[in-house]
């Protein structure tokens, strides 16, 4: 049972690396403007990766074939396939942020906040309500295995 726990932590740890990653390819901050025409950062929710994402999937299955011995068309044909292996990883990345967001409030919140945001784990703690260390690591480790449930479900 330990050996297992350790492995689903091992596992989705490594996923929420590569999600990290990915989210920081997206760059989303939203700006807004007070009255005085000064910008106003904002932090970006879960939905907004989500949605952003959803387009990029959208935008990309209208994409032709192209077949043939020309250089040109073989070279349009090694693109579309990188464009469809892109693809491919932003389905994983969006079924992803969706099971993130099937998670308890303070456990989204958690792997957002530690992998998307990639905000300090003092401030973390702090925005789980003033915990210490041990629960911050406790509650990644829950959440950690509630998003493998999730997942193996899907």
């Not at 932590?9 to 025409?37: F, P, V």
């Not at 308890?104 to 945001?117: A, H, I, S, T």
């Not at 003033?130 to 479900?153: D, F, M, Q």
Request: hydrophobic residues 30%; contains cysteine.
């Amino acid at each position: 049972m330990k050996e297992e726990k350790e492995y689903i932590h091992k596992e989705m740890k490594k996923k929420m690396k590569q999600l990290q990653k990915y989210t920081a390819t997206l760059r989303l901050r939203s700006i807004l403007y007070d009255e005085s025409n000064r910008s106003l950062e904002v932090e970006d929710d879960l939905v907004d990766y989500l949605n952003y994402t959803k387009s990029i999937i959208n935008c990309s299955s209208s994409r032709k074939t192209y077949y043939g011995g020309d250089p040109v068309l073989s070279a349009m044909e090694k693109r579309h396939k990188n464009q469809q292996e892109r693809k491919k990883q932003d389905e994983d990345f969006y079924v992803l942020l969706l099971a993130i967001q099937q998670l308890p409030e303070l456990e989204r919140n958690l792997l957002f906040d530690l992998y998307v945001r990639n905000l300090d784990k003092k401030v973390i703690e702090l925005r789980q309500g003033g915990i210490v260390e041990s629960t911050l690591h406790r509650r990644l480790n829950r959440a950690l295995e509630h998003l493998w449930e999730y997942l193996k479900e899907v």
